[in-house]
């Protein structure tokens, strides 16, 4: 029935309004608009009870004289600027990437809040460090909303932009001498301190902010970053899918920038710098090392810088020289099967590692093709309805191991050495089109479980591959319960795990979580697995891992 506003008794009307003013003045509930000192920005409510604030600046435009150079301080704004539309995310090499707009203007951060946070709730933080292995932004815009309601409006999350491919990490002593190297990773690190600055604006605190990521491992690097002083711009780090990448001296990367100014026009930096975005887009591709006929399939890599980077990462990390945070990672342990060649010879194999680590010798080829040679030749997991090529998972398990699993074994050992807590888990979640072409538990597939299939969005994934929301749907509310909790209390994933989910044992007690439907479980660690990673150890300098 409706009233009109005469029907209202006066009484009734004075109380709703003293009401709803002592509601407001109690709860200071977060407004859609934040003023962050050098821009206004206003964000939205969503219908579902949560504020989202996009395209946001961290960062001053890195163009023209600021290209090649260390992210600056945001420009100042006047007015109220709209955040309700993602900003460009950077350019990717080769012109691939996600089917999102870039541009070279991409330095931007988004922020998911509980609608019923405010400036005093202090919530816990994830900040999503994008995969793509410095060569593209592999999962750029990623929706936050499952995260949050996962932990029941318990954490904020922060999704950001970082410069990749030659405009992230060109290595020259021109860019020494006269600009900065890894400024992709000096992007991160500015985003992270923008987080420590602002965040509490938007309900967050920066005292509880877990880095998480998958891919690219820029969780792992951004623990050995400064020598492993994190200046307290975090307090742990799940990294799943962990690629690692080769860190160069910047003499083994020289002939790239050599082949920029070539392929340019150019002879100098300056020259490089006035390039317009369009013409240094087109000279944007994948190169072969010296003495290679193959281009690797990553090609711009970090490299030592004496400060953000001091040196390779095994020798930080047998210093000692890595954040001591608590850590969650673990790999799927086929991730190698979506980079794999078609391999019917060990030559084939041996072309292709070289390719990705040109330093490896024929001896250490031998070695490293005889150490998998239980993967016999024509060798087809059960399930797989698709032909591969007679080496193919060969080939899947040695690049799976040396890029991504040993990897995640190599940090956690050395963090679990120092009492810090550290778990591990092997995904073996399958998608029946997955596995049936080939793939088994693929690259990066825990995504759609740890953010919620409907908000992993642009994520490459087959046709039909959405077993997230058929068979294993009951495996998000596992993911997230682990990653959210782990999150909350900056060192459990046990505390505020779903229900269902068993207690996940530390890693120092020699086991890990397998993931899987209705099985998961803790497990010992394969010993032959760690008997290969301790092979791989042998050939740090070689991979320069």
Known sequence: MYFRPSQISFTWLVFAVFAAICHAVGTHRLSPEVDLGYATYRGEHLPIGVTQFLGMRYAAPPLGDLRFRAPHEPVAEAGVQDATQHGDICYSIASGGPPVPSSEDCLFVDVYAPASATRNSKLPVMVWLSGGAFVQLFNPNYNGTGLIKASNDGVLVVTLNYRVGPYGFLASEDVRADGDLNVGLLDQQKALEWVTEHIASFGGDPAKVTIFGTSISSVFLNMLAHGGDNRGLFRAGISAAPYMPSVYEVSDLEFQYEQLLNATGCDSL?????????????????????????????????????????????????????????????????????????????????????????????????????????????????????????????????????????????????????????????????????????????????????????????????????????????????????????????????????????????????????LRTNETRMEVVSQKQLERCQFWKGLRDKTQL
């Open 270 to 514: 300056t020259c490089l710098r006035s390039v317009p975005s369009e013409k240094l887009q087109a000279a944007n591709i994948y190169r072969p090392f010296p003495s290679q006929t193959q281009a690797p399939l990553f090609p711009y890599m970090p490299v030592v810088d004496g400060n953000l980077l001091q040196g390779q990462p095994s020798a930080l990390l047998k210093a000692g020289k890595i954040a001591k945070v608590p850590l969650l990672t673990g790999t799927s342990g086929t991730e190698g099967t979506i980079f794999a060649p078609q391999a019917n010879t060990t030559s084939d194999i041996n072309v292709f590692l070289r390719a990705q680590y040109p330093r490896l010798t024929d001896e250490d080829l031998a070695a490293i093709n005889c150490q998998y040679e239980d993967i016999p030749y024509g060798f087809t997991p059960p399930g797989v309805k698709t032909k591969e090529a007679p080496l193919f998972y060969r080939a899947a398990a040695i690049y799976g191991d040396v890029a991504f699993e040993c990897q995640a074994y190599e940090y956690s050992n050395a963090l679990q050495q120092t009492d810090i807590p550290v778990y591990t888990f092997l995904d073996e979640i399958r998608d029946p089109v997955e596995v049936a072409a080939g793939f088994i538990v693929p690259y990066t597939w825990e995504l759609q479980g740890v953010w919620g299939p409907q908000y992993a969005t642009n994520y490459v994934a087959l046709e039909g591959a959405d077993a997230y929301e058929g068979i294993n749907a009951k495996m998000v509310s596992t993911l997230q319960g682990y990653w959210t909790s782990f999150a909350k209390t900056g060192m459990s994933p046990n505390t505020y795990r779903a229900k269902h989910s068993p207690e996940w044992s530390k890693y120092a007690q020699g086991r890990e979580m397998r």
